[in-house]
Structure formats: C-alpha cells, structure tokens
C-alpha cells in the first residue's frame, strides 16, 4: 500500500535464529483515548472492511486502524516490531520457518480472547478465499502450512526462504480476524468488522466510517484522541477540499487536487490561510505507464522506446502534479535501498525525437504509431486522466504517433486489463512494506503479475528468489541493480512518477507527521486536537 526521504529497509532475517525479537512498548491495556475525537475527510475508496479481499490505500487505512497484525511499523521506522506479537524470529538458518509467540490478555474488540487460533485463521481464511482483489496471492503466497502448538504460539512453515516475510505480516495483510465472526470460505459483506486494533469500527456506509477507541487493545499505541470519523467524498475533490475550508472536517487525507495542495500550501506559507496547514510526509508511492506485451502495438519492443524517448516527466511532474510528485526513472523508488536509475541513463530526462524516431525506423515502422492510453478516474489518483492527456499531447507532439485517451469506471477498467483488451493503461501502487522485494516481485514473480500485462522475463524471475532469501537486504543491491537495468532493457512498464504524502489540516491537529512516513501506515492514533 505508499517518496522523498532517504530511508533504508532492515527486514527481520534469518540472523534471528539465535534470539527472537523481543516486543517493545506498553502492553497495559490502557487504551482508552485521550483528547478530542477527529474528523477526517478522504476521496479514495473504502473498497471492503474484510482484510481477505481488501488489497487498496482506502481499504488498508480502516485495516491498519482496526486490526492487529503479528508486527506492525512503528511510527517513522520501516522495521517492523512486535505488535499482538511478543516476540517473532526465524528459527532456522533458511529462514523458511517463522515464530511468534503472542503477547498476553489479547482480546477483540467484542470480549472474545484472541488466541493462536485466530492467527492461523486469519490466514488461512485469506488465503483460501484467495480474492482477486485481496493480498492472498502477492502477499501470502510463500506459506506453506501454519501450527499452533498452544494458544499463544504460531508457527509459519514457508515454501521457500523468505526474509520479506516478517514486513509482509507486519501489513494489512497480516490483519487478525475473530475465528467465530468470519466465514472460513466466503467474504464477509455486512460492512462490519471485528479486530483487537487500536479502534473499533462503530458503524460504516457510504458517508462515512466511525472508529471509536477500543479499551480493549494492548499494545504499543497511545491514542491520542477519543475517536476518529472518516467522511468519504468518493472522488469528489471540490467537495473535500470545501469541507476543509468551511470546517466541516479538521483534516483531508488522500484525495485533494493537486492544485489545490500546491494553492494550500502556498497560502500557509504567506499567511494568507492561517487556519489550515499543509503537511508533507515521506512515501514511496508509484505510477507506471504499462504495456500489454502481447499487444500488436505496444507489443513491440521499437514502440515501446520511442515511447521512452518521448515522455517528459518533468512536465507531467510541473504542470499536471503541481510538484507534488517526483519523477521516477525505475520501478524500484528513491529512498528504498538498491534504486538506480536506469530509464534516465538509457533513455534520458526530456523528450529526444530523434531517437524515438530512429528507434521506430530500426523496426520497419514508417507511419503514425496508434493507440488508445486507457485510465479510470480515481483509483490510481485524480490527476491519471489529466496527465494521460498530457502524455497523448506529448507523443502526438513528436509527428510519429497518433494517440487518444479513454477513461472508464474501475470494474470495467479492471476488467479490461485483465481480459487483455487495453495496449497502454496506467497502474498505481502503494508498497505493501517498504523494500525493493514488495516493486518487483508483484510484477514480475513467477507466482503472480499484478500488471496483468503478460511480460515474462527469465533473468528476473530467476534473481527475485534469491534476492527474498537475503537475511541482508543491502546484500541484496547487486541483484536489485541488474533487475531494475532488465526492466528498462525490455520496457514492459514506463515508470512515470513517484509521489509525495500529504495532509492537509487545521492548525489545531497536531501529530501528521507521525502518520506521514515510508511505512505508508496512516495512524489514527497518533492525531490529536488541540
């Protein structure tokens, strides 16, 4: 589920065969809030309260806030820490079998005891159901078989070493369900949700999501506020940014205009909007520009260059994102260890026709190239149609293409890159846990491609083992360097930018910038109202 700060991932590793991870914080049980509740306004979509299918930025934010996991990142770190957990550790040289041993007196937020047998659940429900739109196959794929010797131990026999997988329990989708509220084989689509997290979910429909603090929760989290309400605008960005400034919500997450963060910001510094600020917060979000492999058109390889040539993504950055982006020359981001930049050195930062021309010619392609750049409107950011248009002015610019633009609502998008239908369409991607594992495995795994764009590279898939293996992830630099060098090689995917993390609030919140960092986790918790 997550751009600016430098930051280096240490995922647990076999190294913690000797000596399992100690918990840290305070399990005391006082949990019960402090402060005054908060109102929140967010345009992205809570897609499900059911952490089986729930695989988006809107839906992990409830999860993260609701749920438990085993480890969780604790503010401004991206190690993760014991959280229901009291210790975890390989314990193995191979890192294929995985320990924790559960903190004491957990309970759901309904009374109910959380045991070993809620986590094994928890995942095996997950990854049973195996939803299309859930974290069973990206996530979860390396579990072999799940024990539970007693009822605060668990242990995960994995199918391969896998050092990523302590950050990989440590995300929603690691979230621990009750064993009595869920269907073992089905979704649950009541709106409703059970976990031991910081808050409860109080009530949930199409305006709005409730969360009150749950006094049942021990764990390492304070909260700092009695409760949090979460208004959904759906997209509706005007909206949102008006509900701010008329004061209706003390806070905009996820969903303004990028204009309007660029007018906010500007009228904060010069006083001019003393009553609203604007914070920004690292992140390692990502868009790409995807091509269908087997497409006629952007199958080739020669398109697919002049199309690197072509796109400027510095202007995109300028005038389509008001520098509320970065621009982004490889899959794995800034700020995550291993990245380098190799569509830049290849392909270089502003438009060169020459070379998109000669690249063209090389294949025996003479005429306007044509295609259809496919978008939809909200999923991957407000801004994907806009900056697609910029991107079709671009090429078209250059006299060797002749492309259009097409948006349509997200079932029908998703739908039509799965079928095959698109050549060229866009694809967001919050990191799941931040390390360069989680920007490459997804999308050119053997066990999965989330591009859904049929682009199969032998070299890749035969690193990505045993980059997941490495105890060390610096160790794991050389590997990371050849795969992102391969990508650009072959191009089945134009990274266009990496983007920033904002909030915008009123001058009374304080604590955003507790919320705002690599691990992508938005912490209800740590926001408080003056």
Known sequence: MRKRDQWLAAPLGAGLAAALLSGCGSEDGKA????????????DEVVT????????????????????SLLSFPKGSTQPQPEAARKCGFTDNSS??????????????????LTSEDVAFSFRRTIKINDKNGPAASMLSTIKGIRTPDAKTVVFQLKRPDATFPSKI???A????????????????????????????????????????????????????????????????????????????????????????????????????????????????VQHLVFNTKDPVAGKLAVRKAIAYLVDRSALVRDVYKRTAE????????????????????????????????????????DKVKFTLWATPIRYGPGTVPEFNQIAKQLNASGLFDVDVQSVPLPEYEKGIEEGKYAVYAKGWVPDFPDPDNFTAPFFGSDNNELHNSYES??????????????????????????????????????????????????KINGLQW???????FRFWEISKA
């Open 32 to 43: 019960g809030g402090t402060g005054e509740s908060v109102v929140m306004g967010m345009s």
């Open 49 to 68: 309260t059911d952490p089986a299918s729930g695989y988006d930025p809107g839906s992990w934010v409830l999860f993260n806030n609701v749920f438990q």
């Open 96 to 113: 294929t079998v995985y320990q924790c041993t559960l903190a004491d007196g957990l309970k759901f937020s309904n009374g109910h005891d």
């Open 170 to 172: 440590a995300s929603g």
């Open 174 to 285: 690691g979230s621990i369900v009750d064993h009595r509220e869920y269907p073992m084989d089905k979704l649950r689509t009541d709106g409703k949700a059970i976990g031991s997290g910081v808050y409860k979910l109080d009530s949930f429909d199409k305006e709005q999501a409730v969360f009150k603090v749950n006094g049942s929760y021990k764990g390492p989290a304070k909260a700092q506020n009695s409760g949090v309400t979460m208004k959904l605008f759906h997209g509706d960005q005007a909206s949102l940014k008006k509900a701010l400034q008329k004061g209706d919500i003390d806070l905009a997450y996820r969903g303004l205009a990028m204009k309007d963060i660029a007018d906010l910001e500007a009228a904060s510094a010069s006083g001019k909007q003393k009553s609203i600020k604007v914070v920004e917060g690292s992140s390692a979000e």
């Open 327 to 366: 621009p982004l020359y490889s899959v794995v981001p800034a700020g995550i260890t291993s990245h380098r930049t190799p569509f830049f050195d290849l392909y270089g930062d502003h438009p060169q026709r020459d070379r998109a021309a000669a690249a063209l010619s090389s294949a025996g392609i003479h």
């Open 458 to 507: 032998k070299e890749i898939a035969s690193r990505l083992p045993a980059t997941a293996a490495e105890a060390s992830r610096a160790a794991t630099a050389a590997d990371f360097t050849k795969i992102q060098s391969a990508v650009a090689q072959d191009i089945p995917v134009l990274p266009l930018w990496q983007g920033k993390q904002y909030a915008v609030a009123a001058d």
């Open 515 to 521: 919320t705002l960092d690599a691990s992508t986790v």
